[in-house]
């Protein structure tokens, strides 16, 4: 593949990324959060409820930094805080997952029909190259996340 080719889709790849945080910030706003919240949220109802520290750890967030999100969330009643039965240390941060489906389904209501719409579009072939850029690419983010934060 020559140099021209891959300088294409790096900045395509970009754009996509820049876009992405675009499009989110928006629907974070309309949603009454920022972006980032908005993403954070993502991350509960996608991993199902955690440890304030797990969530600092998968952000990358300081618990400082995590108890001011949780407070946030909380006065929205979008998470609930529960203390571990089994070392009250703990605190246990589970979604609410009703109340923020609620929330943003609606927002991405067109964004997700137009998105299928667009993939449905493809043949199975040009899926399945999809798939595997997407995959691979986000095994290459996660391997550089994990370096840059070890090396904290």
Do not use: C, W
């Not at 080719?5 to 790849?13: M, N, Q």
């Not at 990358?60 to 070392?87: H, P, S, W, Y």
């Not at 209501?109 to 999809?130: C, H, M």
């Amino acid at each position: 593949m020559n140099d021209d080719t891959i300088r294409r889709v790096r900045k395509l790849s970009q754009a996509y990324a820049y876009t992405s945080i675009q499009m989110h910030e928006a629907i974070g706003r309309k949603a009454g959060l920022s972006g980032t919240d908005h993403k954070y949220l993502g991350f509960l109802i996608e991993k199902g409820q955690m440890t304030a520290g797990e969530l600092a750890s998968l952000t990358g967030l300081t618990t400082g930094a995590v108890t001011g999100l949780i407070d946030r969330f909380e006065k929205k009643d979008l998470v609930k805080r529960q203390l571990d039965k089994d070392d009250r240390r703990k605190v246990i941060i589970l979604p609410n997952t009703e109340k923020i489906m609620a929330l943003f389904v609606p927002l991405y209501k067109e964004f997700r029909r137009k998105s299928e719409e667009l993939t449905a579009s493809f043949s199975e072939e040009e899926v399945k190259v999809i798939e595997a850029y997407f995959s691979k690419a986000i095994d290459i983010m996660n391997e550089t996340t994990d370096q840059l934060n070890n090396q904290l």
